[in-house]
């Protein structure tokens, strides 16, 4: 009913104010038309940015990924070569000592348990007197190379010049490697 209210004061109005009327409804809509037109295409854009944002995101939980698959595989490995480690450090220790003539004062054989793990540390301390540097440096690294499967290693080294000689050390070095418990 007040559609037709409207209607009828329409008509009643001078061909020049249903010309105002007219053109000022054609602005309204038009003003009406471009700010939907605006309003979908911010929208159209903020859905575009969230989309580029969200696909960022998406790489990088893909390049993560891949990195945590390489990480674990390593780790894997590495258990893996832990629960095979065979290792006996005195015979190993025993063998490098001959090997460079070496005469080794005593070993001590110690088994740990490593807290929040699986693994056991088994460290042989070892103890040698008057020993040269650079025989002190072929031991290490034939110790550390003996072991293939690079399961052990040197963890504690402690060198002592000797009063009586200046040119020798007393060595004290702990050898340790890792088993599954």
């Known amino acids: 009913m007040k559609l037709e209210a409207l209607w009828d004061r329409f008509q009643a109005l001078n061909n020049q104010d249903k010309r105002k009327v007219l053109f000022g ?80 004062n005593d070993l001590n054989e110690r088994k740990e348990e490593l807290s929040d793990s699986n693994l056991t540390q088994v460290s042989v301390i070892v103890n040698v007197k008057e020993l040269s540097m650079d025989r002190l440096t072929a031991f290490l690294e034939d110790i550390e190379k003996s ?25 004290q070095m702990t050898v340790a490697t890792w088993k599954a418990s």
């Open 147 to 171: 072991a293939a499967n690079g399961l052990v290693k040197i963890t504690r080294l402690q060198v002592k010049t000797r009063f009586d000689q200046p040119d020798l050390l007393d060595v």
């Open 25 to 104: 409804a054609g602005g309204a809509g038009f003003l009406l038309i471009v700010l939907c037109i605006f309003g979908a295409f911010s929208s159209v854009r903020s859905r575009h940015i969230e989309v580029n944002r969200l696909t960022t995101e998406l790489k990088q939980i893909d390049a993560l990924s891949v990195q945590y698959l390489k990480v674990k595989a390593e780790q894997q490995a590495r258990e893996a070569q832990i629960r095979a480690n065979k290792v006996a450090l005195f015979t190993l220790i025993q063998n490098s000592a001959t090997r460079l003539d070496l005469k080794l």
